[in-house]
């Protein structure tokens, strides 16, 4: 019994996959745009990131709705050298479509946007809107990972 519950979660688990690797559709692609949202480091710089992850980014990303692929959160840990300082204490990302829609999303919740900031940062974000170019995948890491 055991080994046939086994046999079905592993023919499961390989549905929908070639030659057993998943496929990831809502990874990014040429053509989509990535909104950066950097937050600076520096001399009194603060951030929670449990309510930046649990709350803040999720509120964002509804405002998106379907035009939003996926998003991403980074916590800076260290500069170029181990000892420097991350020039970034948290860099979010939403992978979006429709720049337009972008826009008027954002521009119909800026207020209340803005007026969360303050229950997890004192920093002034940079935001940048770029353009993916390319995406390549390292095939030969993921068949080295499989063995």
Request: net charge neutral.
């Amino acid at each position: 019994m055991i080994a046939i519950q086994g046999s079905i979660l592993l023919f499961l688990a390989l549905v929908g996959c070639e030659t057993g690797r998943p496929k990831f559709a809502d990874a990014p692609r040429i053509g989509m745009f990535r909104v950066s949202v950097l937050y600076p480091n520096g001399e009194g710089k603060t951030f929670d990131f449990e309510y930046y992850e649990k709350k803040h980014m999720p509120m964002v990303a509804s405002f998106l709705g379907e035009n939003l692929t996926l998003y991403e959160v980074e916590k800076g840990v260290l500069g170029r050298t181990s000892g420097e300082k991350p020039s970034f204490l948290a860099i979010g990302y939403f992978y979006i479509d429709d720049i337009n829609e972008y826009n008027k999303a954002i521009a119909q919740n800026r207020d209340t946007i803005i007026n969360d900031f303050n229950n997890y940062t004192n920093i002034q974000p940079i935001i940048q809107i770029s353009q993916i170019r390319k995406v390549v995948h390292n095939d030969a890491k993921r068949t080295k990972n499989e063995n």
